[in-house]
């Protein structure tokens, strides 16, 4: 989870590809309306996130084995909801800075997110609380060692 931007495709794969996992990007699952809404410059509203997130409890729900889904699930009541259709969601955060982000978004070619919208994600995000299934994993580090960091805790089932 986390804001544009954040890494979610990139340290997903290779999360998944380490644990031997499927790993679906949840931008994916996005009904065309909210692609194009985005790609408009103009940020989603819990009314279209709902049936999005249903999707993407859904594909938790459903998976057979190991399954990671790259979602931004900025709030609370997102998270509750993807738990709703999936108990056993764990939430892996992945936390940076704007600027970070910012700099990782301008370098991004062919994605319909614009940096346009990052403040609005950044207003938007709700960090996990200490009763969530979950942890953050901040995105200064070297790519490896986010990835390592993201394995381990999600292979040792660490929620906490």
């Not at 931008?27 to 940020?43: C, E, R, T, W, Y």
């Not at 909801?81 to 936390?95: D, G, K, M, Q, W």
């Not at 009763?131 to 390592?148: R, S, W, Y």
Request: aromatic letters at 6%; a negative charge; one cysteine or more.
């Amino acid at each position: 989870m986390g804001v544009a931007g954040c890494g979610k495709s990139s340290v997903g794969t290779a999360v998944a590809e380490e644990l031997n996992a499927r790993y679906f990007d949840g931008d994916d699952l996005h009904p065309q309306s909210n692609i194009d809404k985005m790609a408009a410059g103009v940020p989603l509203n819990d009314e279209d996130r709902a049936p999005w997130l249903d999707k993407v409890g859904a594909a938790l729900a459903e998976a057979d084995g190991a399954t990671l889904v790259g979602c931004s699930a900025l709030k609370r009541a997102y998270r509750d909801r993807i738990r709703a259709a999936c108990p056993e969601t764990i939430f892996a955060h992945l936390a940076g800075s704007r600027a970070v982000i910012e700099a990782r978004m301008s370098k991004r070619e062919g994605h319909f997110m614009p940096v346009s919208l990052l403040d609005s994600q950044f207003a938007t995000l709700e960090p996990l609380q200490a009763d969530e299934a979950g942890f953050a994993v901040d995105i200064a580090q070297e790519f490896g060692a986010v990835v390592t960091q993201m394995a381990t805790r999600l292979a040792a089932g660490l929620g906490g």
